[in-house]
C-alpha cells in the first residue's frame, strides 16, 4: 500500500526541528532537571558522576547518585563530559539521542510495513479482500514512525539528558528482530533492553510467540472455520481435528516453530554471556557483578529512592508504614507479572499489540516512570491504527494527555520553586495519569478484541 | 587498642555524664576519621559533629562538676550563667590523658567571649562615645574573685595584651606600663611575662600575672579606658566561610568561600613567592546528595581547572538512609590572592515521613567544615623558663598549634510531604489499581455472545421477590418437583440449606439445654 506522502520529508523535519531546538537554543532549556523527564534511573547528570566515581577509581554505584548499567558508563561517560562553550550541557550526548531516535522510527515504520503485509495476506485468505480495498487504511509503519518522531514527549525526552531514548530503541528493535523472525537482532534487543531497565523482561513472551507463531492476524480459529465445509452453527465450535487443509491455508494455520525459537534463546545465551563479561570487566575491581545487580535490580525492585515523578509509586512509599513496605512493593510488582498470562492466553495471536499492551502496563506501573517510556508506547499504539479506530475515548484520552502534560509542571513549580503548593497537588496529576493509562490499555485491549469479534462476523456472514 | 569497639561505650558514658546527647554518635555512620585536617595519627582519631544541638547551662553544671571545687569555691564560683550564655561564644573542652609517668590528667577548658555592657553618662563628653566601655570583674560576672578553692595548688589570673595592642602602644610611647593616659588597669600584676622570639616586625604580646587573692582582698581585675583606642586583632590567614546558593527545594550549591585578611598580608610581606597550603574537611549526610563531578574552584572571581588549584582530594560517597558523605581536599596557591571560592552542586533528597525531625520544616543542619592552614601556626615562647612558669596554660600555648578555622553550619531546607496523608495516599493508589485490575481482567473475561445474551435477557426480565421464590422453592422440593431456572436453582437451593441449618441449630440448642 502507498505510504503516507512526503514520509521522509516529514520525518526530516522532525530531526531538523530537534537540532534547532539544541543548536539555536543557547540557554539550557533545564530539561534534564524535570523529574517528568529524567529519574534517578535515567539522569544523564548522574551518569556524569558515576563516570566522575570510576574514573576516581571508585564504585561507581557509590554514593547512591548512578544507578544503571557500567556499559553506558563506558559508552557515554565520555560524551557528558565534553563541555561546549554556549551550548547547553550534554550536548554531544543529545546529538547522539537524535540519531538514535531516528533509528528507532525507522525501525518502528519498518515493523509497521511487515504488519501490513501480514494483515494483507491473512484478510485474502479470510476472502476479506472487501476490507483490503476498503479507504481509510493508513500505512501503520509510517503513521507510528510519524507518530513516534513528532510527540512532545519524544521530543523532550530526546532534548532532556536523559537515557530513555536508548532503552526505547532497544525495546523496539526487539520487537522489529522477532516481527522479522531475525533471531540474534531480537535477543540482542530484549537482552541490552533488560539489562538497561529491568521491565522489558516480560517482553519475553511476545516475542517468543512472535517468533514461533508469526505476525498480527486474525485468530486462528477463524482460519479453521473458513476451511472447514462441515461445520455451520456457532462460531464457537472447536474442532481440531479438522479435515485436511488446503493448501492455501498451510501458509495461514500457524504451526508454532520450535525452530525459531530454540534459535532465539540461544542467541539471547549468547548476548548474555557478552553483557555479563563486559559488566563484569569493567567492574572488575570495584565490586563486581553481584553489586551491580544490587544496585541496579535492587534498586528498581526496592524503590529506594523517593524522588517525585510521573508516577504514583513515590508518593506511595514516602507515606506507606514501615511494616506494609514490603507487602505493598510485592503488589506493585505482582500486578504487572499477573497480567502477563491471561493477556498472553487472550491475545496470542496478536503479539505485537501484546508487547504493547505489556509494555504501557509496565511503564504504568513501574518504579521511575518519566514520559520517555510514555513516548514508545504511544508510538507502538499507532502501529495498530487501523484496528483501533474504533477506540472509545480516544479524544478524552488525547485531551487528558495534554492536560497531564502541562498541568504537571506547573503543579510541580507550585510545590517545589514556589512553596505555595503541596505535594498532593503534584500526586494529583500522578493520579490523573495513572488514571489515564489506565482506560488507554483497557479501551485498546477492549477495541481489539472487538475489532476480532467483527472479523469473525465478516467471516461468518 | 580497640577503638571502634569501645566507642559506643565512650558515647554513651561522655552522654550521660554531661547531659548532652553524645549518644547520637554512637553508630559506626555518625563519626569519621579525617586524615589530613588534624594531622595526627589518622587511626587514633575519630570526629564527630552533633549540629542541631545547643550547649546550654545543662552541659556546664556536670561539667563544672568535675572539678574539685565545683563551682562554690575559686575561680569557678565566676561563672555565673546568664552572664556567660549572654556572650558571642562558648565552647567546653575536655582532654583526659592517661601516661604511665604522670597517671592520669584531666585538663578542662572553658572559652568565653563576652562583651562588656556600654555605660551610658550623661555627664560626660560625646568624646566617650567612641570609648571602649570600662569593664571589670565584678561588672561582667556580677561577681568578685573571692577565695582559693582548697585542693587547688596555684590559682590564677591572667591578663594579655595582644601583640598588635602592643604595638599601637609602642606607637605612641606607653611600652608595658599597665596603667597609662590610655586605659587603667587595676590591680597592679605580681608578674609579668613576655614573649619572647616573636615573627619578624612583630612586637610581643605581654601577660600580666595576678595571684594574691583571698577572702578578705576580693580581686576585682578592671581596665579604666580613658581615651579612644583601636587595634587589630590576630586573625587566621584567610577568613573561611560557607553558605548555600541557589533557590528551591530541589537542587541548590554549597560554596565555601576563603578571603585573604590582614595576617596574610602581613605574611606576604615577608616572603615572596610563597604558596598556601589549606586542607579542607566537610561532612555532608545523605539527604544532601553531592555531585562531587561538578566542584568548581574559583581564585580571585575567575574559574580554574581544579586539577591546578587541588593538590589532593579524598571522597568517601554517601549511602542512601546509611552513612553521610565526606569531602577533604588539599588546596595550593599562591599566597598573592585575594579570594579562593569553591562550590559544589547538590540534589535536595526526600525522605520517608518517619525519618523527619520534629520540626521538619526549619530544615536539615550540615556540620562545619574545618579548614586547616598548616603553613601557619600559632606558638609563642617565653623568656622565662617553663618552672618559673609553672602553668598549664602557658604551656599550652607555647605547643606548635595549627591555625584550623571552622565554618557556619548551614541549614537546608527541604521539601516535605503531607505529614497527614498516609491513609489518603493509600487508598487513592490502591483504588486506581484496582480500577485497573478489575477492568483489564472484565475486558478479558468478556465472550462472544455474551452481549446478545444480555440483550436478549433485557427484554424478558420480571421483577423476582424472593421470599416467594423461596416459599414456593420449598414447597417443590417438598413435592418432589423441579422447578424454576437453573441458574437460580443452585443459589436458591443454598439458602433453603442454609435455613435449614438455622432451624436445626435453633431446635438443637433447646432440646439440648
Not at chain 1, 176 to 186: D, F, K, M, N, Q
Not at chain 2, 181 to 188: E, G, H, M, T, Y
Request: proline residues 5%.
Amino acid at each position: 500500500m502507498a505510504g503516507i506522502r512526503g514520509y521522509w520529508n516529514l520525518a526530516a523535519a522532525a530531526i531538523a526541528f530537534r537540532l534547532l531546538l539544541l543548536l539555536c537554543f543557547p540557554k539550557d532549556l533545564h530539561l534534564g532537571s524535570r523529574p517528568e523527564v529524567a529519574t534517578p534511573l535515567t539522569s544523564l547528570r548522574r551518569l556524569a558522576e558515576g563516570y566522575w566515581l570510576k574514573q576516581a577509581s571508585m564504585s561507581p554505584y557509590s554514593g547512591s547518585m548512578y544507578h544503571g548499567s557500567p556499559l553506558l558508563l563506558s559508552f557515554l561517560g565520555q560524551l557528558t563530559i565534553r563541555r561546549v562553550e554556549g551550548r547547553p550541557p550534554h550536548f554531544y550526548c543529545s546529538l547522539m539521542f537524535v540519531v538514535v531516535d531516528f533509528i528507532t522510527a525507522v525501525l518502528i515504520r519498518a515493523t509497521g510495513q511487515k504488519l501490513l503485509l501480514s494483515r494483507h495476506k491473512s484478510f485474502q485468505v479470510l476472502n476479506l479482500s472487501k476490507l483490503v480495498e476498503a479507504s481509510g487504511i493508513v500505512n501503520p509503519g509510517d503513521f507510528a514512525s510519524l507518530v513516534y518522531l513528532w510527540n512532545p514527549l519524544t521530543i523532550v525526552t530526546c532534548m532532556g539528558s536523559s537515557t530513555s531514548p536508548i532503552d526505547n530503541l532497544m525495546v523496539v528493535m526487539a520487537i522489529y528482530g522477532a516481527c522479522s523472525r531475525i533471531a540474534p537482532l531480537a535477543a540482542f534487543g530484549w537482552v541490552f533492553a533488560t539489562h538497561l531497565s529491568l521491565y522489558p523482561i516480560i517482553l519475553i513472551v511476545p516475542v517468543i510467540l512472535l517468533l514461533g507463531y508469526g505476525l498480527d492476524a486474525p485468530p486462528s480459529k477463524l482460519f479453521l472455520h473458513k476451511t472447514s465445509d462441515a461445520s455451520s452453527s456457532c462460531a464457537l465450535n472447536q474442532s481440531p481435528d479438522n479435515s485436511e487443509a488446503p493448501k492455501l491455508t498451510d501458509n495461514a494455520i500457524h504451526t508454532f516453530s520450535w525452530v525459531q525459537v530454540l534459535h532465539f534463546v540461544l542467541w539471547v545465551f549468547i548476548w548474555l554471556c557478552f553483557v555479563l563479561l563486559l559488566s563484569s570487566i569493567s567492574l572488575k575491581d570495584v565490586g563486581g557483578l553481584s553489586e551491580m545487580f544490587r544496585k541496579t535490580y535492587g534498586f528498581i525492585l526496592t524503590v529506594e529512592d523517593l524522588s517525585p515523578n510521573i508516577g504514583v509509586l513515590w508518593y506511595f512509599f514516602a507515606e506507606v508504614f514501615d511494616f506494609f513496605r514490603n507487602f505493598f512493593l510485592i503488589v506493585f510488582h505482582v500486578n504487572i507479572l499477573f497480567m502477563i498470562l491471561p493477556l498472553a492466553i487472550r491475545l496470542k495471536h496478536r503479539s505485537c499489540f501484546l508487547a504493547f499492551v505489556y509494555i504501557a502496563i509496565s511503564s504504568m506501573l513501574k518504579s521511575y516512570p518519566s514520559v520517555g517510556d510514555s513516548a514508545l508506547y504511544l508510538g507502538l499504539l499507532a502501529l495498530f491504527c487501523n484496528e483501533l479506530a474504533d477506540m472509545h475515548f480516544s479524544f478524552f484520552l488525547f485531551c487528558g494527555y495534554i492536560g497531564v502534560s502541562l498541568l504537571s509542571p506547573v503543579m510541580h513549580n507550585l510545590w517545589i520553586w514556589r512553596g505555595t503548593g503541596n505535594a498532593n497537588f503534584y500526586f494529583a496529576t500522578g493520579l490523573a495519569y495513572a488514571c489515564l493509562q489506565t482506560v488507554l490499555v483497557v479501551e485498546s485491549v477492549s477495541s481489539m478484541l472487538k475489532h476480532d469479534r467483527m472479523l469473525r462476523k465478516l467471516v461468518k456472514a | 587498642m580497640e577503638i571502634d569497639a569501645t566507642w559506643k561505650d565512650l558515647t554513651h558514658a561522655l552522654s550521660g555524664l554531661f547531659c548532652a546527647s553524645i549518644n547520637f554518635l554512637e553508630s559506626s555512620t555518625s563519626y569519621f576519621a579525617p586524615s589530613w585536617a588534624f594531622r595526627s595519627n589518622v587511626s587514633n582519631l575519630r570526629y564527630g559533629a552533633l549540629p542541631r544541638e545547643a550547649v546550654c547551662t545543662e552541659n556546664l553544671t556536670p561539667w563544672l562538676k568535675l572539678l574539685p571545687c565545683r563551682d562554690k569555691a575559686g575561680l569557678a564560683s565566676l561563672l555565673d550563667r546568664p552572664s556567660i550564655y549572654k556572650g558571642y561564644y562558648h565552647s567546653q573542652r575536655l582532654q583526659l590523658t592517661s601516661t604511665k609517668s604522670t597517671g592520669m590528667v584531666l585538663k578542662q577548658t572553658l572559652t568565653v567571649v563576652l562583651k562588656p555592657d556600654v555605660q551610658r553618662n550623661s555627664a560626660h563628653s560625646s568624646l566617650d562615645n567612641s570609648i571602649q566601655p570600662s569593664w571589670s570583674v565584678s561588672s561582667m560576672f556580677k561577681k568578685n574573685v573571692t577565695g582559693l578553692c582548697v585542693p587547688a595548688k596555684t590559682s590564677r589570673i591572667f591578663f594579655e595584651l595582644e601583640t598588635n595592642m602592643v604595638v599601637e602602644l609602642e606607637k605612641l610611647g606607653y611600652g608595658d606600663s599597665w596603667s597609662n593616659s590610655i586605659f587603667d588597669l587595676s590591680p597592679n600584676p605580681v608578674r609579668v611575662f613576655k614573649e619572647s622570639n616573636p615573627l619578624p616586625g612583630r612586637s610581643n604580646s605581654i601577660i600580666y600575672e595576678y595571684i594574691n587573692y583571698s577572702e578578705h582582698e576580693p580581686l576585682d581585675l578592671g581596665m579604666k579606658w580613658k581615651l579612644p583606642f583601636i587595634w587589630s586583632c590576630s586573625q587566621s590567614p584567610f577568613h573561611a566561610s560557607r553558605f548555600l546558593m541557589g533557590s528551591g527545594n530541589e537542587r541548590g550549591s554549597i560554596a565555601i568561600s576563603l578571603q585573604s585578611t590582614e595576617s596574610n598580608k602581613e605574611f606576604l610581606a615577608k616572603s615572596h613567592g610563597c604558596t598556601v597550603q589549606v586542607l579542607i574537611f566537610q561532612v555532608v549526610p545523605w539527604y544532601v546528595k553531592v555531585y562531587y563531578h561538578t566542584l568548581q574552584v574559583f581564585i580571585d572571581g575567575k574559574p580554574q581547572s581544579a586539577s591546578d588549584v587541588i593538590e589532593k582530594i579524598q571522597v568517601s560517597p554517601s549511602e542512601d538512609k546509611l552513612f553521610p558523605g565526606t569531602l577533604e581536599l588539599m588546596l595550593r596557591y599562591p599566597c598573592s590572592v585575594q579570594s579562593v571560592a569553591l562550590t559544589l552542586d547538590f540534589d535536595k533528597g526526600f525522605l520517608h515521613i518517619d525519618e523527619y525531625p520534629p520540626d521538619a520544616n526549619q530544615g536539615f543542619d550540615i556540620p562545619s567544615a574545618l579548614v586547616t592552614f598548616p603553613n601557619f601556626h600559632s606558638s609563642r615562647s617565653y623568656v622565662e623558663d617553663n618552672l618559673s612558669i609553672n602553668s598549664p596554660l602557658l604551656l599550652k600555648f607555647q605547643e606548635k598549634n595549627v591555625v584550623r578555622s571552622y565554618t557556619e553550619a548551614l541549614l537546608v531546607p527541604l521539601t516535605t510531604p503531607d505529614f497527614s496523608m498516609p491513609y489518603n495516599v493509600i487508598t487513592f493508589t490502591c483504588t486506581v489499581l484496582a480500577l485497573y485490575f478489575g477492568s483489564l481482567l472484565n475486558v478479558l473475561r468478556r465472550r462472544v455472545g455474551e452481549e446478545e445474551r444480555l440483550l436478549n435477557s433485557k427484554g424478558n426480565t420480571t421483577r423476582i421477590r424472593l421470599i416467594p421464590l423461596l416459599l414456593s422453592k420449598f414447597s417443590s422440593k417438598l413435592k418432589g418437583r423441579t422447578d424454576g431456572t437453573p441458574k437460580s436453582s443452585s443459589l436458591l437451593g443454598s439458602k433453603f440449606l442454609f435455613i435449614l441449618v438455622v432451624v436445626l441449630a435453633v431446635l438443637w440448642h433447646y432440646i439440648a439445654n
